[in-house]
């Protein structure tokens, strides 16, 4: 076992940066992973000290991530899907959820960490149907100009594409309804997109969580109101319930229905119509 400042153990990714914390990391060592360092830790202890369901929070969002995969891979039938801020590898990754519904479905992980591509292609024994590519949400040619992404995703067939627990990483200076905007365009009729973020529904713990995470040394995370959000999703028809509680979208038998932190996520699934 590392000790609190052994950053030792495994072998630093090209192009990781140590000297911070990284949003992957965090989110990793919140949800109880082992690929983070003590720069890191530091961070994460900063959002558990002040609000200790934070890893709940993590978990509840996963948990969603993954009713939102089998409802698009098993209801909808999607073929492709783009995970856009994918994060660490993680219990019940997008591939694996769609491939024990659909193997054939064609996965791409989108980070622009470059630890996530590390650890991603040590997962992925089979790179037949998925692929993991460090590109930016902010960037689309990045994405889309990349082999892999040529490759796997067919541009002219509908895709998902998931950005779970991402937008709240951008402020609001840096338009992210606009990122989403100008990603969809991209992509044709009957594509489905999901989106969650950090909610701020007037309950202190979003405030009390927002400052660990901008003052903790993360520096990000933007808990939004319903308007707010809302706009993230313009020109998508949202499928039913809509915008809603992370853990109220299509709740199933594993659902939990007395999280500690109900309030403090949300998220919806969207098609684009034309
Ligand atoms: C909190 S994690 C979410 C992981 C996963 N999507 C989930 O919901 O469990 C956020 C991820 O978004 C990534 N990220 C942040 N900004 C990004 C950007 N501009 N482009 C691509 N990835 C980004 C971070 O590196 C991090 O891995």
């Known amino acids: 076992m590392r000790g609190a400042d052994d950053d030792g153990g495994w072998p630093r990714p090209p192009g990781a940066a140590l000297d911070r914390p990284s949003i992957a990391r965090v989110y990793d060592y919140v949800l109880g992973g082992k690929e983070n360092f003590d720069v890191d830790r530091r961070a994460g202890n900063a959002l558990l000290n002040a609000v200790p369901e934070s890893t709940v929070l993590a978990q509840d969002n996963r948990s969603l991530l993954r009713r939102v995969v089998r409802y698009l891979v098993a209801d909808i039938g999607i073929k492709q899907i783009l995970d856009i801020g994918s994060g660490l590898p993680s219990e019940g990754n997008v591939h694996e959820v769609a491939h024990a519904l659909d193997p054939a479905a064609h ?29 930016d ?13 040529g490759r796997l995703i067919d541009p002219e067939q509908p895709s998902a594409v ?10 609001d200076e840096a ?39 901008l003052d903790g040394g993360l520096g990000t995370g ?19 319930p809509g915008l809603v509680y992370a853990n109220d979208w299509r709740p199933d038998a594993d659902t939990p229905t007395d999280s500690p932190v109900h309030t403090l996520l949300a998220g919806a699934v969207g098609i684009k119509r034309s």
């Open 162 to 171: 998931l950005i779970s627990g991402v937008l709240h990483h951008f402020p």
């Open 107 to 135: 996965v791409v992980y989108v980070d622009k960490d470059p630890v996530v591509l590390a650890h991603g292609r040590a997962l992925l024994s089979s790179g037949e149907v998925s692929a993991v590519i460090t590109a």
């Open 175 to 213: 338009d992210p309804a606009g990122i989403v905007a100008r990603l969809v365009e991209r992509l044709p009729a009957g594509t489905y997109v999901f989106i969650s973020n950090f909610l701020d529904d007037d309950e202190p713990r979003a405030r009390t969580l927002e400052r660990a995470f």
């Open 222 to 240: 933007r808990f939004r109101t319903w308007a707010e959000m809302r706009p993230f999703y313009a020109g998508l028809e949202l499928v039913e």
């Open 137 to 149: 949400l902010t960037d689309p040619d990045s994405i889309f100009g990349d082999p892999e992404t």
